[in-house]
């Protein structure tokens, strides 16, 4: 789909074209056309604009076959850099990315309350800190919007959980409210004022955000003075006249579901809905297509790849960055790419050495452009050395909930990596032509045909089949299992035997995102390595599905390939591997099959036999290095016998390279942890008020997330926020502290004390000394990076305003309040490694409200 052409750029005359309008087309402006655009007015020069998904790239308008794009760490990663220039730079690559997509708008970032370990989008939102969390979208929504593209800031607000989030009651003081979970979009829009905003799925205290008067015309409009266009998370609509009365200027996607044309039109003229009320959100759909029109996206623009390899340094910097040293016992990191004396032995063990674990799952997840494994980086790594570094690798242990894509691992027709796809109108066995619809080259076996399209196939017309095929030349003879989940149904061949059966016999499962598919059906075959086999999987859209309840789009398949084998099985081999090498780098974490939108994680654990993995190879070496990649903690039960833990969250594209740049030293991590890791779950502060229960969820930590509830019970987390190792050390001290003119400025040196370059990111906490009400220990106000060669100094400076460093929710009077009182200036590496102190006075209270 291309956007409507325009002959010009010119800006839409707002107040005119609101005279113009019929009522009719005005209430046609109040939703979207399609799945990812707004409605044109041909007749008075009104262009239809484009919107894609964004928080990890922008993925353009296509789900299947979509134009590649790059990838970038996950949300908890980027805020991990505490970087405030770098995300403004990654930023502006999302902008630049987004119009050679065609899309003027970006639909991210994501700036919700990582609350929990266990929050399905936890990796797409930034931090457990709603300052840090602010700060991340501020620079991300300035670098997309300094390319003229529109940042539409979401989920607003409280979108903090997946379990039954477009129906749970999220209940919470106006204290907590206001203090965490809004504070992110309050910096946001004083700061940057994000074109854009993006209502959540969830209520608060009894009402829908997409229809709350409260929240989107008291607060956003009225309190913050928002001016931007708000819509609709997709299919986060749930009234008519509530919801155009609270102010949802635009519900999306299209065709409307609540906006329709005779209903709306009757609604107004019974009085029941104001034209006023109309107008307003017609004004507002209107100043955001003025806004697109600025980004001046070519008519009719082909979706294109970001193949700049300008693009590529970039997501690496920013990878580097991101990346967090969580210990490092006798220096065993860096390691070196050659060996002193004789020959060094290195084994990569773990389900995600040789996975690309990219991103989460869900609307964040797109088809990247490349991908570097773990793997790829290391090996690159080795062979910038003089070859007295060996590698070597063993699976050690399964991740996968269902068989791994195998878009890599098929040899299509020509020879090279990819999968063969023929779309027919009719059945295999058909007797007549099948009627080709189209012939397509795919890299991925987890293929979502909600946007297929055919020129053959009559309008809405969802029933008609694929045959996808590809040679499979094993590793090691073996026994292999072949599997498929679907919505439809499909059977999977290899050499013309059915092999797995998802069409006779099918159970429900949760396959897809929107949990509409099938179980995985497996089965197996003896193989031998290196002989060719024909895998042939024949796949029959929705409404081929037996089961009940079946999706009305025409569906999709994932199917995959992995020998097999048992856990006992795949531990044996990676110990005895361990035994023979000098040193083990374990690979583990969690992938977007178990971090993801539409559901949330059960427990913190590592699912399947990763802990028991790590437990059996340090009986055997005590030189054991793991990398683990999740968005959010998981739990690790052998941290204390591993001298060595980097976390690298999901990486991007270059994700295999950042991990590789760390290990050897190639770049020193800097990264801090952007939320505190509990050593259980039971620790969290949400334990036990996480997941709706009979519809509703209740805040029951109040301001107390995060760190603020560790520091308040003093009770120690495995990691807490803000931690971080490099490879050299720093000293942090001369720090002066000066409030004057409603300011509070303060400076400190800093000076790297070790041997190697490396930069510190200097955190400033404040603390009143008597607080009135039951407040935090102490509150992240603000912080700085500084990078440093060995034996450098350099100087920080920070001023952060009084009323923004003191002030607390005052629930009684409805606005903020900043006690006369002492305060405290803290100045650390992290939560809990405070290095420096000072003071500062406030001489009256005083209230206020806004941004």
Request: proline share 4%; charged share 25%.
């Given at each position: 789909?291309?956007p ?58 296509k ?9 970038f ?18 930023g ?21 309350i ?11 939102s ?43 009651d ?14 992110p ?68 996607p299209?065709?409307t ?26 004004r ?16 009719d623009?082909?979706e ?10 970039l ?37 995600n050495?040789?996975?690309?674990q ?20 290391i ?6 050395g ?5 590698l070597?690798?063993?699976?050690g242990a ?50 979502f ?41 499909a ?9 797995a ?22 089965g ?5 390595k ?17 089961l ?10 994932y ?18 591997l361990?035994?023979?090498?000098d040193?083990?780098i374990?690979?583990a ?7 993801s ?9 590592i ?7 790590i ?12 990398v ?11 941290l204390?016998?591993?001298p ?18 760390v ?38 930590e ?10 308040k ?22 720090l ?5 003119d ?9 000076t790297?004390t ?23 220990v ?74």
């Open positions: 789909m291309s409507i052409k325009t002959t010009s750029y010119k800006q839409l005359d707002i107040d005119f074209l609101i005279e113009e309008l019929t009522l009719s087309e005005k209430i046609s402006l109040l939703a979207g056309k399609d799945f990812w655009h707004t409605v044109p007015i041909p007749r008075l020069g009104i262009p239809s604009i484009r919107v894609s998904d964004g928080p990890n790239g922008v993925r353009g308008t789900f299947f076959n979509s134009i590649p794009s790059n990838c760490p996950c949300g908890t990663g980027l805020a991990a850099t505490f970087n405030k220039e770098l995300l403004v730079e990654a502006e690559l999302m902008g630049k990315e987004a119009k050679m997509k065609g899309a003027s708008v970006i639909l991210g970032p994501t700036c919700n990582v609350r929990s370990p266990l929050g399905g989008r936890s990796f797409e930034y931090s457990e800190d709603p300052l840090l969390s602010g700060i991340a979208a501020s620079s991300i929504v300035k670098g997309i919007q300094n390319e003229k593209v529109v940042a539409c800031l979401k989920h607003f607000v409280c979108n903090d959980q997946e379990d039954e989030r477009k129906a749970v999220t209940l919470l003081t106006d204290r907590a409210f206001r203090e965490i979970y809004l504070k979009f309050q910096i946001a829009i004083r700061d940057v004022n994000p074109k854009a905003l993006m209502t959540s799925y969830n209520k608060i205290n009894g009402e829908h955000v997409s229809q709350n008067k409260a929240i989107l015309q008291d607060i956003l409009r009225k309190e913050f003075k928002y001016d931007g266009a708000v819509m609709s998370d997709w299919f986060g609509t749930y009234s008519t006249k509530e919801a155009l009365d609270a102010g949802l200027n635009l519900e999306m299209g065709p579901r609540f906006r329709q044309l005779v209903q709306a039109v009757h609604a107004v003229q019974a009085n029941q809905i104001s034209e006023e009320v109309i107008d307003d959100n017609v507002y759909v209107l100043k955001l297509v003025n806004e697109g029109l600025k980004a001046e996206i070519p008519d623009v082909i294109s790849a970001n193949e700049d390899p300008a693009a590529g340094e997501l690496r910097k920013v990878g580097d960055e991101s990346i967090v040293l969580l210990k490092n016992e006798n220096n065993i990191l860096p390691l070196s790419k050659t060996a002193i004396k004789g020959q060094e032995k290195i084994a990569v063990i773990g389900p050495a040789k996975a690309a990219d991103s989460g799952g869900g609307s964040a997840s797109l088809a990247a452009r490349y991908k570097i494994t773990p793997w790829e980086g090996k690159n790594k080795i062979q910038e003089n070859n007295t570094v060996s070597q690798y063993t699976l399964f991740l996968d909930r269902n068989l791994p894509d195998v878009g890599d691992v098929l040899i299509d027709e020509e020879g090279e990596k990819g999968i063969n796809a023929r779309f027919y109108k009719h059945p295999p066995g058909y007797k007549g032509d099948r009627l080709l619809l189209a012939n397509y080259k795919l890299n991925t076996s987890k293929v045909l909600s946007d297929f399209k055919s020129d053959k196939l009559e309008t809405n017309d969802i029933l008609f089949y694929a045959d996808f095929t590809g040679t499979f030349i094993p590793d090691e003879t073996a026994e292999y299992e072949f599997g498929a989940s679907c919505l439809g149904t059977q999977v061949f290899v050499d013309d035997v059915l092999i059966d998802n069409k006779t016999k099918q159970t429900k499962g949760d396959a897809f995102f929107l949990g509409m598919g099938t179980r995985e059906e497996r197996s075959v003896q193989l031998e290196g002989k060719s086999y024909n895998v042939r999987v024949e796949f029959g859209t929705a409404p081929t599905y037996t009940e309840g079946g999706p009305v789009e025409a569906g999709g398949v199917f995959g390939i992995r020998i097999k084998s048992t856990p006992e099985v795949e531990i044996k081999k990676a110990v005895e361990s035994k023979s090498v040193k083990v374990v690979v974490g969690l992938s977007k099959e178990w971090e939108e539409g559901f949330d994680r059960p427990d913190m654990d699912p399947g036999f990763t802990n028991q993995l437990e059996e190879i340090v009986k055997v070496n005590p030189n054991v290095i793991v683990n990649q999740s968005g959010s903690p998981v739990a690790l039960p052998w204390d016998k591993v060595a833990l980097v976390h690298a969250w999901y990486g991007g594209n270059e994700l295999g390279n950042t991990i590789a740049d290990l050897f030293g190639d770049y020193n991590p800097s990264g801090k942890l952007s939320m505190t890791f509990p050593k259980r779950i039971q620790d969290s502060p949400s334990y036990i008020n996480f997941g709706s229960t009979n519809g509703q969820v209740w805040y029951g109040d301001v107390f997330v995060g760190y603020r509830y560790f520091e019970v003093d009770l120690k987390p495995l990691f807490p926020f803000g931690y971080g190792l490099s490879y050299t050390t720093f000293e942090l001290d001369n002066v502290v000066e409030s004057f409603g300011s509070i400025d303060i400076q400190l040196q800093v790297n070790g041997k190697v370059a490396g930069a510190e990111v200097v955190q400033i906490y404040i603390e009143q000394e008597n607080p009135s009400i039951n407040r935090p102490k509150e992240l106000k603000d912080f700085g990076k500084i990078n440093l060669a060995p034996g450098e100094s350099g100087l920080i400076k920070i001023s952060i305003s009084i009323k923004e460093a003191t002030s607390y929710w005052n629930g009684l009077k409805k606005q903020w309040q900043s006690d006369k009182d002492d305060y405290k200036v803290l100045v650390g590496t992290s939560s809990d490694d405070i290095k420096l102190e000072g003071k500062f006075s406030t001489s009256k209270t005083f209230n206020w409200v806004g941004v």
